[in-house]
């Protein structure tokens, strides 16, 4: 698992550390055995317990599956037995917040005004949780906020509004580094969010759905939540500027602000 972290081309440090978290929390008891003495029926079997959080059980196997084909690079080893696996069906979820007007009343009541600030930017920014949380004030800029490293493994640059500073206006001061800190934990930003009714990957579903019926073309769509065009044309030779995007930002920021209430 470490040789394989050792990577220099891994999506993110996130990612890494979901890795370990998942091998730490659910084949602790297989971290010191040889690879090739872990077998078929074992893969199977500990698939099997995981069942009770389909999308889970997949999720670690897989990532076990990940670590052992690249482990096959080096050593002679088989197949990797998850072969013996009948992966989960894993339903989509397709839930978006329907009435924003709730949203509002529902934000304003978190305790921490930390929390709040971290549930409008995802929803007026349409970034992940994991890249909102990580978030650091010398990534924050005028016109745009730079994300040095995402899920897809490479940087990305967001056009911004003065509405977005305003977002974040009551934030400012409190850590030097981070935009959402938190003394407790290790990474020094937040790590688990006030939780609400509406998950965060729900805010991002719904920055996509508002931008689309607000007139936005699904591909324009695509590049402001940094989603990988799937033409050849979309992925090599169209590179869009953050002027160029601008304009649809403040689209869907206008439309969100009014179903808001902003």
């Not at 930390?114 to 929803?123: A, G, M, N, Q």
């Amino acid at each position: 698992m470490e040789t394989y972290l050792a990577r220099p081309k891994l999506r993110s440090e996130t990612n890494k550390q979901e890795i370990r978290r998942q091998f730490a929390n659910h084949i602790k008891d297989w971290m010191k055995l040889p690879l090739d003495e872990i077998s078929k029926s074992m893969v199977a079997q500990r698939h099997r317990d995981l069942r009770s959080i389909p999308s889970g059980a997949n999720h670690v196997l897989k990532c076990f599956r990940t670590v052992w084909n690249h482990a096959r690079r080096i050593h002679e080893l088989p197949e990797c037995p998850t072969i013996a696996v009948e992966w989960y069906e894993e339903a989509l979820e397709a839930k978006i917040i329907d009435d924003l007007g709730n949203w509002r009343r529902t934000v304003d009541e978190l305790f921490n005004p930390i929390h709040k600030v971290f549930y409008e930017l995802l929803l007026f920014t349409g970034f992940r949780r994991s890249e909102a949380l990580s978030l650091e004030w010398k990534h924050v800029h005028e016109h745009h906020i730079h994300l040095p490293m995402t899920k897809n493994g490479r940087s990305f640059d967001l056009p911004i509004l003065q509405f977005h500073h305003e977002i974040l206006a009551p934030l400012n001061g409190l850590s030097s580094q981070w935009v959402f800190p938190s003394p407790k934990s290790s990474t020094g930003y937040l790590g688990r969010p006030e939780r609400m009714m509406y998950s965060p990957h729900t805010h991002r579903r719904t920055f996509a759905t508002v931008a689309m019926e607000a007139g936005v073309l699904e591909e324009i769509v695509g590049r402001l939540l940094n989603h990988t065009p799937l033409s050849i044309t979309g992925r090599r030779y169209v590179k869009p500027s953050l002027d160029a995007l601008r304009p649809s930002m403040e689209i869907t920021c206008k439309e969100l602000r009014h179903r808001t209430g902003l």
